[in-house]
Nanobody, 125 residues
Framework: QVPLVESGGGLVQAGGSLRLSCAAS????????MAWFRQAPGKERELVAG????????YYDDSVAGRFAISRDNSKDTLYLQMNSLRPGDTAVYSCAARPAVGTNWRWTAEYDSWGQGTQVTVSS
């Protein structure tokens, strides 16, 4: 397990943008992949997007495809989530997570061994 530290959350109006960052605080850092999850009040945690660390290939939930972009900077051991055209329905606590192996399903939280503390994103209408 590697400590992960998120930043970049905040309050934004609908249609606005935010960029989240997630930095690994211990090196070397060589996950198989990383992902962003979010959890809104009263709802289950859900996958937003994932990226394979080696080649940057990505996976998106349909709800954010075309609006959000996940990326990573291997030299900085940092994961990013660029969020555009934000909607009130995107309001949630966003957490990053690292998975050590390919696993079976990006959405299965049990396949991740490191989690950040979460950062609040609030989108006002």
């Amino acid at each position: 397990q590697v400590p992960l530290v998120e930043s970049g959350g905040g309050l934004v109006q609908a249609g606005g943008s935010l960029r989240l960052s997630c930095a690994a605080s211990r090196r070397p850092f060589t996950p198989w992949g990383m992902a962003w999850f979010r959890q809104a009040p009263g709802k289950e945690r859900e996958l937003v997007a994932g990226v394979r660390w080696s080649d940057g290939s990505t996976y998106y939930d349909d709800s954010v495809a075309g609006r959000f972009a996940i990326s990573r900077d291997n030299s900085k051991d940092t994961l990013y989530l660029q969020m555009n055209s934000l909607r009130p329905g995107d309001t949630a606590v966003y957490s990053c997570a690292a998975r050590p192996a390919v696993g079976t399903n990006w959405r299965w939280t049990a396949e991740y061994d490191s989690w950040g503390q979460g950062t609040q994103v609030t989108v006002s209408s």
